[in-house]
């Protein structure tokens, strides 16, 4: 072969490998380009108070309900709690107030959103949604010793002596958790637990109790207060599932069934914060004392304490016609008949 044959296909050999593996380079070798992430940039403003969690309408504010961050300068608006230099807000200040306007997760609080105690529409505010408040009187027996303070959720149980017809004439003693689920709302005119100079919680006595109850379960707790004592039993912060499943069960709380999962959750709170007035438990004295009686019903009686009955009916059968007899005389008239005097006595009838 031709020597400068072989050379210009050395050559071309040499140019196709070389071209090759640039292609090959450039469709397998080139790493695609990453994503960077853009910081944003960080509010250089004051700090302001914002809700940590969301916060509904009547919620009785405590410590962990707001946190500060920073915010811009330029959107702080003099409604807002700031701390401006070394001044900020008294945060101890604003335990205890209630929410008047909801305040969403991560929004600014706003002075108009609170009500504190004392204030004009502070129970009002605090009232959930179709409730009511009522007022109990309450010992330091009946009071847990006033370790209940506001927003604390408590039951009511109701004792009383039921007088029947019995023969021993032993009352039935007997004490039923009558309502549950209860919100504290006040003790006597406080609103808010009293603290001392160090900021302790002073546990304090008080008469009165002020909870929040449906328009129902209210008309019942004024009738239960003529029947008996009423009792104050403190619930564990524990929410209790137990009653949730019941009332699930129940039919008393229903889920749609195209509810989303924050529907869901959201109606499942709420009825966990509703009192309830559904089947009490209750017990009785001879639960207690074998002394005691252990039921109402009347005890069957004997023949003598029939036959004493029912002379005591004929004894009052006669003494109440002689008491109608008595009603029915009219006037005493005298008549005279060819000089005869005599008395008639006239019927009213």
């Given at each position: 072969m031709d020597r400068?044959?072989?050379?210009?296909?050395?050559?071309?050999?040499?140019?196709?490998?070389?071209?090759?593996?640039?292609?090959?380079?450039?469709?397998?070798?080139?790493?695609?380009?990453?994503?960077?992430?853009?910081?944003?940039?960080?509010?250089?403003?004051?700090?302001?108070?914002?809700?940590?969690?969301?916060l509904p309408v009547g919620t009785i504010i405590t410590a962990d309900a707001f946190r500060y961050q920073p915010w811009p300068k330029e959107l702080v608006e003099d409604a807002y709690f700031a701390k401006v230099g070394d001044e900020e807000p008294n945060m101890e200040e604003l335990v205890g107030t209630v929410v008047r306007t909801a305040i969403t997760a991560g929004q600014p609080v706003t002075k108009g959103a609170l009500v504190s105690p004392g204030d004009r529409g502070f129970l009002a505010a605090a009232l959930g949604p179709g409730m009511r408040a009522v007022t109990v009187p309450v010992s330091e027996l009946t009071g847990v010793a006033g370790f209940v303070f506001p927003g604390d959720r408590v039951d009511l149980m109701l004792t009383q002596s039921v007088k029947d017809q019995s023969p021993d004439g032993r009352?039935?003693?007997?004490?039923?958790?009558?309502?549950?689920?209860?919100?504290?709302?006040?003790?006597?005119?406080?609103?808010?637990?009293?603290?001392?100079?160090?900021?302790?919680?002073?546990?304090?006595?008080?008469?009165?109790?002020?909870?929040?109850?449906?328009?129902?379960?209210?008309?019942?707790?004024?009738?239960?207060?003529?029947?008996g004592t009423i009792s104050l039993s403190l619930r564990s912060l524990a929410e209790n599932q137990a009653e949730l499943e019941q009332a699930l069960a129940s039919g008393s709380v229903t889920i749609p069934d195209d509810a989303s999962a924050e529907e869901e959750e959201k109606i499942l709170a709420s009825a966990k914060q509703r009192p309830s007035a559904g089947a009490s438990s209750y017990t009785t004295g001879g639960q207690v004392s074998r002394f005691q009686r252990q039921s109402y019903v009347p005890l069957p009686q004997t023949e003598t304490q029939k036959v004493n009955k029912a002379v005591r009916d004929s004894e009052r059968a006669v003494q109440l016609e002689k008491r109608i007899t008595k009603i029915r005389k009219g006037p005493v008239v005298r008549v005279s008949r060819g000089g005869t005097v005599s008395e008639v006595q006239l019927d009213r009838r």
């Open positions: 400068k044959k072989v050379i210009l296909l050395v050559g071309a050999l040499l140019i196709a490998a070389v071209t090759a593996f640039m292609a090959r380079s450039m469709f397998t070798g080139a790493s695609a380009p990453k994503a960077q992430a853009v910081a944003q940039p960080v509010p250089t403003g004051p700090e302001v108070l914002v809700a940590t969690r969301a009352p039935l003693r007997v004490s039923e958790t009558i309502m549950r689920n209860m919100r504290v709302l006040a003790t006597d005119q406080r609103a808010r637990p009293a603290k001392d100079k160090n900021g302790n919680t002073v546990v304090a006595k008080y008469k009165l109790v002020t909870l929040e109850a449906t328009p129902a379960i209210a008309e019942k707790i004024s009738v239960a207060l003529s029947l």
